[in-house]
């Protein structure tokens, strides 16, 4: 029998892997060659591979295809996972360079839909204690690629469970109604936001570059630099959805950061297992960004808290309590021909330039 037919038959129920399946793999085996190439010396061609095209035999051709095959297939993602956070950040960068960026045309809008988890905490009016609940929230928001036109955000709030030990009460105020809020400016070009989509484009995507202005906008901030650093590329990583092109340096500049952990099992507020990468901000809380276990593809962020924590709204105190956890899941970035129409009870407020 033909050694090609062979072949085709052994594979012919296997789906071709795409860029985003394979992604982790080539991630890990850019990494593997890295670090082991101190032990083996320079690169160098095998003897055979600098003969002549066509001089190899038809046997040994198909056997280095077999043998190809076979070890994509051994590190398709699912294989060994990422030992330290440094690495998971090299197989996202790796697997957003393989996607491509959303292109909106003129007059266009850039509609990003999230899933955010939230909590809240109501003090009885017997004070007797504190009922803690966590609800979802489906986020739309509508932003333009031309300034000077109006931004809608739309949150759905959904039903709320009570946490363990609380008792069952009314949500919030507003309850489970829709909220709007539209944003307006009559600036000329983008609202001073460094951070907005509509300045997205203006971002360098050469990692040492973007490292330098991010710590420009880093600057503005308050607390420890490796903070304020992670702060800014946290944002910037949010917004850069519709452009993956940007986010992979930007993992990459993440990587280099201090105080990076890694947490291998995680669940965003949409559900999903994942994989994340933190930072303490405070002695209370720390914020993660989560990928996908197989693909390296971002998920969203969360918020742990991670010791217990004293509020005191209106003067009413409460604890938020140790292991509650908040954040947005990315759920799809889409053009859209217009904003919807906001409804008359929409809030509305002016954008400074």
Known sequence: MDEMDALR??????PEGSAQDLAGSRALMERAYTDDRPARGPRRLPRMAARQPGLLSKGVAVVLAAAAIVMAAQLVPGGAPPASAQELLERAAGAASE?????????????????????????????TGTDHLSFTV?????????????WLVREQRKGATPNPGSRPVPLVQGGYGLDESVYTSSCDKAPDDR??????GDWPTDPTALRARIEQVAAQQGGPGHLRLWLTISDLIRM??????LAAPLFE????????SLFPD???AAGRPGIAVGMAEDEYMRSELVFDKETYRYLGIRYVITKDKTETPGGRAYVVPKGTVTGTALLGVEAAASMPEPSPNASRLQIPC
Do not use: C, F, N
Not at 9 to 14: D, E, F, H, I, S
Not at 115 to 125: D, P, W
Not at 139 to 149: I, L
Not at 195 to 200: E, I, M, V
């Open 9 to 14: 038959r052994l594979w012919a129920g296997t």
């Open 99 to 127: 996607q491509v960026d959303l292109k909106l045309k003129p007059g266009q809008y850039l509609h990003v839909r999230s899933l955010g988890a939230r909590h809240t905490a109501i003090v009885r009016e017997d004070r």
């Open 195 to 200: 951070l907005s989509y509509l300045r997205l």
């Open 253 to 260: 500049v993440a990587s280099g950061l201090e105080g990076i």
């Open 266 to 268: 995680v669940t965003d």
């Open 240 to 245: 850069s959805a519709a452009r993956p092109s």
């Open 138 to 150: 489906a986020e739309d928001m509508w932003e333009p690629t031309e300034p000077g036109k109006p």
